[in-house]
């Protein structure tokens, strides 16, 4: 195995003086060297030849010992020095203080076809920042870790990537619904990639201390680095920088909404600078459509962090960073600014957005209210948000809308409980694609054209909760076909995959109320 190494993040950046391993603030630095507990019994699980291939890692290094040592820390590359990364976050709306890479562990950045990649392992044993956690994972967020970012990147969402899932072959301790039952579960270790993880909460962490120094040195690093078209230095570059963050933060969510996805635990430790969706912990995917559902049972009771919040919530967490980085600027007024065209330019994308899920190519004033529309007829009674927009690409322009069977017939599908549906409902479905009919009239493209445009942006699978839980209890007995199988059909979600189309089907009601399939508590 050949990389090439090519460190920058603990090269240029004040490093942690203290070089040994217990919990404690760190002031004055941006990391601290760690070296990642070596594994008892490292097992690889599953691995990325996609994400391989990014780092110059071959097909058949995957298969070797270096491999394995390096993705489960077994093994320390020469010439790099591991380390965990000094950060705070706004948790749940409150300041949180330090957080910083509590059981994460970046091991290096490789430079491979001209692109830049921190490969960090989740999982790997305590740092300076584990405060009084252990510093380990478990196979079923692991597995939900390494599954989740890859369907994403092939979902076309801006991600953190994941080369592999091993066993570490310890065992780890957890109380997963935090109500008094702990109990021994497997330990693993993601292996994640990603051009950097630095997060809102770095910027935050020095802000809040009134460490000016390090916070100036983080932020020209991070422009240098990744904004690299941009000149820091001045207030104009770091207004460019802050509007740029804003714009990639914004854009992932659009396609957040896009997919169903819900992140779960957006905390400002969990915003990446560079627009990414990182650290998969309790997330779901919509099943019902409805804007209210959040998976994390941890935020149950105010949903923060639910499904159509999460708009104002990436906007909240960019006020954050634009507090971290109000030193630079030291007026309010082009920071608000900016915060605001966020609100305008969300409205905006987001009817862009659904006009494509829609399949309407031409822009008409009344699609709000179609869209509006849409949204309050989805939840009058639990329709499938993925299989809705899936199967929507079949309606065309001819169609007879005083034909109601007709009309209806072809969502019938996403409904949960279509035989209870009741008069009202049916009702006010009729009439919503009714007036759906009456909009496509005015487009120009052919059916067969929007029905393949449509189809390229509402995927037909996504990783619904029940899916990931049955890969984790297969994996728990020691099997991993139904991780590959599931990690190649959502290689490809927009295809038709004729063969896979059992996946393409409402949540089986066994699911409905299961640990993992509906409800996540953020214990990992
Ligand atoms: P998260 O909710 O995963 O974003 O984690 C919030 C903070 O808690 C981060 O600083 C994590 O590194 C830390 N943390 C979460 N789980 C563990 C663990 N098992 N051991 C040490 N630190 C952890
Ligand atoms: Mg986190």
């Known amino acids: 195995m050949r990389l090439h190494i090519k460190d920058t993040f603990n090269k240029e950046l004040p490093a942690d003086k203290d070089t040994t391993n217990y919990p404690r603030q760190v002031h004055h630095a941006c990391f601290s060297y760690v070296t990642p507990k070596a594994p008892e019994n490292p097992l690889l699980l599953h691995a990325s030849e996609e994400v391989a291939e990014l780092l110059g890692i071959t097909k058949e290094d995957l298969a070797s010992e270096d491999f394995l040592g390096l993705v489960t820390g077994g093994s320390i590359l020469k010439d790099t020095q591991p380390y965990a990364m000094c950060y705070g976050g706004h948790q749940f709306g409150n300041w949180a203080g330090q957080l910083g ?61 994941s080369l592999s899932v091993s066993l570490s072959g310890s065992e ?48 020209d690093y991070t422009i240098k680095a990744f904004y690299p078209h941009i000149e820091s230095g001045t207030k104009e570059g770091y207004l460019a920088f802050f509007k740029e963050v804003a714009s990639k933060t914004l854009d992932m969510i659009i396609h ?15 915003l990446s600078i560079l627009g990414l969706t990182i650290d998969y912990g309790p997330y779901g995917w919509l099943e019902g459509y409805d804007p209210n559902w959040t998976p994390n049972t941890t935020d149950r009771q105010f949903r923060r962090y639910r499904f159509g919040n999460q708009p104002q919530i990436a906007q909240w967490n960019l006020y954050q960073l634009a507090n971290a980085l109000f030193s630079f600027i030291d007026e309010s007024e082009p920071l608000q600014e900016i915060l605001d065209q966020f609100n305008t330019g969300f409205h905006t994308k987001y009817l862009e957005m659904m006009r494509g899920k829609l399949g309407l190519q031409k822009e008409v004033g009344a699609d709000r209210d179609l869209i509006s529309g849409l949204e309050k007829t989805l939840q009058l009674t639990e329709t499938d948000m993925t299989l809705f927009f899936r199967l929507l690409s079949q309606y065309s322009a001819g169609m007879d809308v005083e034909d109601v069977k007709a009309l209806l017939d ?31 009239q005015l487009e120009e493209i052919s059916d067969t054209e929007r029905k393949t445009a449509m189809n390229a942006t509402n995927p037909k699978y996504v990783l619904r909760n029940y899916m990931a839980q049955m890969v984790i209890d297969e994996a728990e007995k020691g099997n991993t076909d139904l991780l590959n199988e599931v990690f190649e059909l959502l290689k490809k979600p927009y295809d038709e995959q004729p063969e896979k189309e059992k996946w393409f089907a409402k949540r089986p009601e066994w699911a409905r109320n299961k640990v993992g399939c509906s409800m996540l508590s953020c214990s990992s």
Not at 111 to 132: C, D, I, M, V
Not at 137 to 151: F, G, N, T, W
Not at 421 to 433: G, N, P, S
């Open 410 to 440: 072809p969502i019938k599908d996403a409904y949960y409980a279509p035989t209870e549906l009741k008069d009202d409902i049916l009702e006010a479905w009729h009439q919503w694609l009714a007036q759906y009919v009456y909009r496509l």
């Open 256 to 270: 957040w909404q896009r997919v169903g996805f819900v992140h779960g635990v957006m905390n400002t430790d969990n």
């Open 172 to 219: 780890v301790m957890r109380d997963m619904l935090y109500n008094g039952n702990a109990a021994m579960e497997k330990g693993a270790i993601v292996a994640r990639v990603a051009p950097s993880f630095i997060r809102f909460g770095n910027f935050e962490i020095f802000a809040s201390r009134g460490e000016f120094d390090t916070l100036k040195k983080l932020t």
């Open 101 to 161: 890479d509590g059981r994460a562990i970046n091991l290096t950045e490789l430079e491979h076809n001209g692109k830049r990649w921190a490969l960090q392992l989740k999982g790997s044993g305590l740092t300076p920042y584990s405060r009084t956690a252990d510093g380990l994972a478990v196979l079923r967020s692991s597995i939900r870790e390494h599954l989740c970012s890859e369907a994403m990147h092939y979902l076309e969402v801006p991600t953190t990537r």
